[in-house]
């Protein structure tokens, strides 16, 4: 997985000119906000599909969904959350945790007094 330390680690290794750029980039689109003439640098989409296509394990699936693991492998066993246990460990598939988290924003939108 993708971290910032590593991304961190890895523009460090970077040319000082290569540095300047991300830098540059940074600064401009943090604060000014991204300008409508900039280069696409991170299609978002494509981004998005490449972390789907790796599953989640437990912890990681827990933190998307902002529960405990002992509450995730409960709903694994009550049939709530799609996972697989393979020996004693779970996987689960990244566009089911997003269908369900976004489910659930929906029911609880819906919930709330007018």
């Given at each position: 997985?993708l ?20 830098a ?15 280069p ?15 599953p ?25 959350v799609?996972?697989?246990k393979?020996?004693r ?7 089911d945790?997003?269908e369900?988290?976004?489910g659930?924003a ?9």
């Amino acid at each position: 997985m993708l971290t910032a330390e590593k991304v961190i680690r890895d523009i460090y290794l970077l040319p000082i000119e290569e540095r300047e750029k991300v830098a540059r980039h940074i600064v401009d689109f943090g604060i000014k906000g991204h300008a409508k003439d900039a280069p696409e640098i991170l299609d978002m989409k494509e981004w998005q599909n490449e972390i789907a296509a790796k599953p989640f394990n437990l912890k990681e699936a827990s933190e998307y969904l902002g529960v405990s693991s002992v509450t995730l492998r409960r709903w694994v066993k009550d049939g709530k959350v799609p996972g697989y246990k393979i020996g004693r460990a779970y996987t689960f598939d990244v566009t089911d945790l997003k269908e369900l988290k976004k489910g659930y924003a929906i029911k609880k939108s819906l919930k709330k007094p007018s």
